[in-house]
């Protein structure tokens, strides 16, 4: 596949990233005695750390990507305060281990002045523990778990997270779709997918919703019917799935098969090139949440889409635009910062304010977390994303000060696979 000379460049970069992975191919410069000694900072290393292969490897290869183009973009313009950029590439391989181990391996041995990553929660977690240790700035473009910024001060993200994403999924789902009677599919080993369906469930509830019936399925089966048997029996007005693509496409074909009707309500996992293409028309008519829709008309979104489509030959999904607005605030940070110590890059990212990135602007409140809008996309024929209704910050603040009307309590829970 052709994408011009640019991607030729991108990926080249990226190859040489991955390749300098092992410590014993660090950046050295020689001496005139023999010796090494390591290069002197001429350029701002920035480490990256993402799913490139492995279960979620869609996630971090459009992470990837976007990541890519914004470093390449600011060294077109000059670099950082002078300096080029050079991002340093390393596979988690959709491993929380393997991805402890590379961010030490960032840290201590490309001694990196920034991080960028991880794409999903689980992960970011045990990233953010080191960093955190370590002292190193680190920025997450999709981690949605609020547990990521606790009591960490040098632990920040670009997106929303799951509280504000719950309460607005839950409001969707009682306001707009009617729905009184909820069940739930949640993936027991992922703490993203158990924290979304916590604040989810809490928000329906307090709103008058009933739970009708929770299932708790492993990753990577190929037949969910069993479950989903029960699920349809139960009678549910809306089916919460607040996993990943893999899982929600097969489960949108296997309830169609079920003849169960209920409409598929997701989150922000739901969003990869890869869940129509694996669900197909029996997702048309669901719902999730998501940062941005490359549909959408803001011409800001639509010269991003322009651009990566140039560049990569494929629409822009959500992790492709988080990690691109992640690294341009980065970026941004770092050339204000006084000195590349990480105190100061910290404080820089920290001052971030109205920064504006194709998913919304960026302002970072007194937790490291951004305030942004949340985009509610309906699947239509075909997979196109269109934009349902938009939930600004303000109305997000709204939703999750109403009081408490007398819930109905769930009748029943029953644990799956």
Same mark, same amino acid.
């Given at each position: 596949?052709?994408?011009?000379?640019?991607?030729?460049?991108?990926?080249?970069?990226?190859?040489?990233?991955?390749?300098?992975?092992?410590?014993?191919?660090?950046?050295?410069?020689?001496?005139?005695?023999?010796?090494?000694?390591?290069?002197?900072?001429?350029?701002?290393?920035?480490?990256?750390?993402?799913?490139?292969?492995?279960?979620?490897?869609?996630?971090?290869?459009?992470?990837?990507?976007?990541?890519?183009?914004?470093?390449?973009?600011?060294?077109?313009?000059?670099?950082?305060?002078?300096?080029?950029?050079?991002?340093?590439?390393?596979?988690?391989?959709?491993?929380?281990?393997?991805?402890?181990?590379?961010?030490?391996?960032?840290?201590?041995?490309?001694?990196?002045?920034?991080?960028?990553?991880?794409?999903?929660?689980?992960?970011?977690?045990?990233?953010?523990?080191?960093?955190?240790?370590?002292?190193?700035?680190?920025?997450?473009?999709?981690?949605?778990?609020?547990?990521?910024?606790?009591?960490?001060?040098?632990?920040?993200?670009?997106?929303?997270?799951?509280?504000?994403?719950?309460?607005?999924?839950?409001?969707?789902?009682?306001?707009?779709?009617?729905?009184?009677?909820?069940?739930?599919?949640?993936?027991?080993?992922?703490?993203?997918?158990?924290?979304?369906?916590?604040?989810?469930?809490?928000?329906?509830?307090?709103?008058?919703?009933?739970?009708?019936?929770?299932?708790? !399925?492993?990753?990577? +089966?190929?037949?969910?019917?069993? =479950? #989903?048997?029960?699920? $349809?029996? *139960?009678? @549910?007005? &809306?089916?919460?799935?607040?996993? !990943?693509?893999?899982? +929600?496409?097969?489960?949108?074909? =296997? #309830?169609?098969?079920? $003849?169960? *009707?209920? @409409?598929? &309500?997701?989150?922000?996992?739901?969003?990869?090139?890869?869940?129509?293409?694996?669900?197909?028309?029996?997702?048309?008519?669901?719902?999730?949440?998501?940062?941005?829709?490359?549909?959408?008309?803001?011409?800001?979104?639509?010269?991003?889409?322009?651009?990566?489509?140039?560049?990569?030959?494929?629409?822009?999904?959500?992790?492709?635009?988080?990690?691109?607005?992640?690294?341009?605030?980065?970026?941004?940070?770092?050339?204000?910062?006084?000195?590349?110590?990480?105190?100061?890059?910290?404080?820089?990212?920290?001052?971030?304010?109205?920064?504006?990135?194709?998913?919304?602007?960026?302002?970072?409140?007194?937790?490291?977390?951004?305030?942004?809008?949340?985009?509610?996309?309906?699947?239509?024929?075909?997979?196109?994303?269109?934009?349902?209704?938009?939930?600004?910050?303000?109305?997000?603040?709204?939703?999750?000060?109403?009081?408490?009307?007398?819930?109905?309590?769930?009748?029943?829970?029953?644990?799956?696979?």
């Amino acid at each position: 596949m052709t994408r011009g000379a640019t991607a030729n460049a991108l990926l080249l970069v990226a190859a040489l990233a991955l390749f300098a992975a092992a410590p014993a191919c660090r950046s050295r410069a020689r001496t005139d005695n023999g010796g090494d000694t390591p290069r002197p900072d001429d350029r701002v290393r920035i480490g990256a750390f993402m799913s490139l292969t492995g279960d979620t490897a869609q996630y971090g290869i459009s992470a990837h990507n976007g990541m890519m183009m914004a470093v390449e973009e600011a060294n077109s313009a000059g670099g950082v305060g002078g300096r080029r950029v050079e991002l340093v590439v390393q596979d988690t391989r959709s491993d929380a281990v393997e991805t402890e181990v590379v961010v030490r391996r960032l840290v201590k041995d490309f001694r990196v002045h920034a991080l960028l990553g991880e794409v999903v929660s689980s992960r970011t977690l045990a990233a953010a523990r080191v960093a955190q240790a370590e002292r190193v700035p680190m920025l997450t473009p999709s981690a949605t778990n609020p547990s990521v910024t606790d009591g960490r001060d040098y632990v920040f993200r670009s997106c929303y997270t799951d509280p504000h994403q719950g309460a607005a999924l839950a409001h969707f789902a009682s306001h707009d779709l009617g729905a009184r009677r909820a069940a739930f599919l949640i993936d027991a080993g992922q703490d993203y997918s158990s924290a979304l369906a916590r604040f989810i469930r809490e928000e329906f509830v307090r709103h008058g919703g009933e739970v009708v019936m929770t299932v708790y !399925y492993g990753a990577g +089966a190929a037949d969910y019917t069993s =479950q #989903l048997r029960e699920v $349809g029996a *139960a009678r @549910p007005e &809306v089916i919460f799935v607040p996993g !990943y693509y893999l899982e +929600a496409g097969l489960m949108a074909r =296997q #309830l169609k098969a079920l $003849g169960v *009707a209920a @409409p598929l &309500v997701g989150g922000d996992g739901w969003d990869s090139p890869r869940l129509y293409e694996i669900g197909g028309t029996a997702l048309v008519g669901a719902y999730f949440s998501s940062h941005y829709s490359a549909d959408d008309t803001d011409p800001r979104v639509q010269n991003f889409v322009a651009d990566y489509r140039r560049l990569y030959n494929s629409v822009p999904d959500a992790f492709a635009a988080t990690a691109y607005d992640a690294a341009r605030v980065m970026l941004a940070a770092l050339g204000r910062a006084p000195s590349l110590e990480p105190a100061a890059v910290r404080d820089a990212l920290a001052a971030t304010k109205d920064f504006p990135g194709v998913t919304g602007p960026v302002t970072f409140d007194e937790n490291r977390d951004a305030v942004k809008p949340i985009v509610v996309i309906r699947i239509e024929e075909n997979g196109r994303h269109a934009v349902w209704r938009r939930v600004e910050p303000t109305e997000q603040a709204d939703l999750m000060a109403t009081p408490t009307p007398s819930p109905t309590p769930a009748k029943r829970r029953r644990r799956g696979r």
